[in-house]
């Protein structure tokens, strides 16, 4: 697993220790993102990204690269536009009415909203896992072969098979439900329904995961599996997740993206972000001093 600091209160008391001396060189006031938001290798690229709930401006030209295998964490206090911005890389916010979205958003140079674009296969290649698990209430086998068969990836039973067993393998799960696939997966406890949830979503074989807090709902040891299976599925996916617990932002991810007000505040290394950040409001927030 990503070690990125040793713990994340010796990171937040070393950056309040420094505090007073540095608080001349930090950025007080918000003109702009602190930090490079472009990657080498880029997987997805949003581009003055805005959104509206009516009259409200929820997010606020947010421009963000994300790059290919790798985890970004996106924090910041509640309601300050994580959740709806992560939501825009794959057009859950087309289900939401009054939701205006404006900017450029592409996925391997593709223009996510363009016309041509199916919303349906574009989530299939930027999958979605939620804050609470919500398994079909189907067998646990036909929640993962449900997007393989309407997506028509597998030609035969065998080759479904295989995608089932793969899938859950992946997610760390096959050894816990290979011998009662016919069950219903909401039978299966909290944890549990995250990782099948997890395993349908990469059985469509998606590009990109994206992950909206998903062990808030979780207790300790079923949180330990989830990271370790992100830590293992970076290997082969881009994964985005929102998550208000920065200990966990620390131990998965190698970028982080603070968000305050709809203003994407600041984007680094997250080393760099929980040890030496450039943004008064990073640091503040961090810090324990609001959120």
Known sequence: MNATMGTLSDAATGVAGRA????????????GTVGEVTVANPRMRTRGVDVYYGDKHAIKNVTLDIGSNEVIAMIGPSGCGKSTFLRCLNRMNDTVEGCRVTGHITLDDKDVYDR???????????????????????????????????????ASRAELDEIVESSLRRAGLWDEVKDRLDQP????????????????????????????????AL?????????ELIDELRQNYTICIVTHSMQQAARVSQRTAYF????????????????NPRHKLTEDYITGRFG
């Open 20 to 31: 007073d001396a540095m608080d001349g060189l930090r950025i007080r006031n918000f003109s």
């Open 260 to 275: 305050h007000l709809g203003d994407l505040i600041e984007v680094g290394e997250t080393t760099q972000i929980f040890t």
């Open 219 to 227: 207790d300790p040891i079923a949180t330990a599996k989830i990271e």
């Open 116 to 154: 041509q674009m199916d919303p349906v296969v574009l989530r299939a290649q930027v999958g979605m896992v939620f804050q609470k698990p919500n398994p079909f209430p189907k067998p646990i086998y036909d929640n993962i072969a449900y997007g393989p068969r309407i997506h028509g990836i597998a």
């Open 185 to 216: 997966g909401t039978g299966l406890s909290g944890g549990q329904q995250q990782r099948l949830c997890i395993a349908r979503a990469i059985a469509v074989s998606p590009e990109v995961i994206l992950m909206d807090e998903p062990c808030s």
